[in-house]
């Protein structure tokens, strides 16, 4: 039971509907205040990290339709579109031919502003080998909202590797530009054992973008029908995959439909902040099973340095993992018949904060029609449930003006 509005914060409007235990979308609730996040001491949950009891569930349902919202906070300085009026390269010569996958690569070697100039009409960019963004420069990529870049279900579409973690101030930004088709091809292989034992592989994130060690912004932008590592405890990201970051990502007035992975079907981050404004997030699936979790008991080999069973499935569509305050905030989204897999967690978002100082902010956002298991665990204040979309340890959780499915 979550108290949805407290007299003592002049709530209003407030509406509650039924949670649904079995994995299913359940009814929502609408806040019309602010609540500040609440615990409950609880026995671990399977599914990653210590949690309260969860509801389990299959990752089956029916997907509502979309519905629109807006983040009525201001937006931070870096969700604003870089100016693009003096590129560092521009991409074509005025028509769609001109407008080469060599021609991209090239510009994308030199950093800086990159733009295009393909004619008036949309163009697609076969991307046939992973552009490797630098890792010494920020880099700005300005579509026009003509380019598609399409990975032919074949490879990742970019990568940015820096072997620093949560240093580097170099930036990446993304905007006006659609992302489609991107696939990773996972090599290493979780050793062999048996089931429970986790199956799968290690690696293989970022089936669009992956990052480690660089900080994004992400503008406008469309993902859709990209791929990351089908299964695995630790892997995922469909879309976008981020590690290890300084300043985390800022996604604003984006859309993530039809991505998988085996776990964070759109979006993953691993010590990494999110900050996702104003953007959408529909039929994106985890597709691992299992979950994660470290149990001798179930299984005696060795992987990562635990014995880790179960092969992921978690976040159908956004995951988040690691501590330092590494905080979640959704303003303004609508996040909507996203799945986790099989005996997992969070259809619509999984976050868990291993030491306990990460935060959950919801403003402005409609979570429906999202299906897995779920749980919240909170440390401080008073919401005790966020409902059957989330998998969530964190330190608090506030929500405002928002649409909860499965809190009554």
Not at 45 to 65: E, F, R
Not at 297 to 316: D, P, Y
């Amino acid at each position: 039971m979550v108290t949805a509005c407290l007299a003592t914060v002049g709530c209003s409007g407030t509406t509650s509907g039924t949670e649904n235990t079995n994995g299913g979308a359940g009814g929502a609730v609408t806040t019309g205040g602010d609540v500040a996040g609440a615990g409950q001491s609880a026995s671990s949950a399977s599914g990653g990290a210590t949690g309260g009891s969860p509801i389990v569930g299959g990752a089956t349902g029916t997907a509502t339709s979309v519905g629109t919202s807006r983040c009525t906070s201001a937006l931070p300085a870096n969700a604003q579109p870089v100016d693009v009026s003096n590129p560092t390269s521009v991409v074509g010569t005025g028509m769609a031919a001109t407008c080469t996958f060599a021609a991209l690569n090239a510009a994308i070697n030199k950093g800086g502003i990159i733009t295009f100039n393909c004619g008036s009409a949309p163009v697609t960019i076969a991307v046939t080998a992973t552009l490797n963004l630098l890792t010494t420069k920020d880099t700005v990529i300005d579509g026009g909202s003509l380019v598609t870049l399409d990975g032919g279900s074949a490879v990742q579409i970019l990568n940015y590797h820096s072997d620093n973690f949560r240093a580097q101030s170099i930036r990446v930004t993304l905007q006006h530009l659609k992302l489609i088709n991107g696939k990773t091809t996972p090599t290493q292989t979780i050793p062999s054992a048996p089931a429970p034992c986790s199956q799968g592989w290690n690696d293989g994130e970022g089936g669009a973008l992956f990052m480690r060690d660089g900080n994004l912004t992400v503008i406008d932008c469309t993902f859709s029908n990209n791929q990351a590592a089908p299964l695995g405890p630790d892997t995922g990201g469909g879309a976008i995959y981020i590690l290890g970051s300084k300043d985390g990502a800022i996604i604003v007035g984006s859309t993530f439909t039809n991505n998988t992975a085996s776990n964070a079907g759109a979006i993953g981050a691993l010590f990494a902040e999110l900050g996702i404004y104003n953007s959408t997030f529909q039929d994106n699936k985890a597709i691992g099973n299992g979950a994660n979790s470290d149990d001798a008991t179930k299984c005696s080999a060795i992987n990562n340095g635990q014995h880790e069973v179960g092969s992921g499935g978690n976040g159908g569509a956004i995951y988040q993992d690691g501590g330092s305050s590494t905080n979640v905030l959704l303003c303004g989204d609508v996040i909507t018949g996203n799945a986790a897999g099989q005996g997992a967690f969070g259809g619509g978002v999984f976050m868990t904060s291993n030491d306990w100082t990460g935060t959950m902010t919801i403003r402005d956002t409609t979570i429906t029609g999202n299906i897995g298991g779920s749980w919240t665990q909170l440390k401080q204040g008073s919401i005790t449930n966020l409902g059957s979309a989330f998998g969530i340890n964190a330190v608090s959780a506030t929500v405002t003006n928002s649409t909860l499915q499965g809190v009554n």
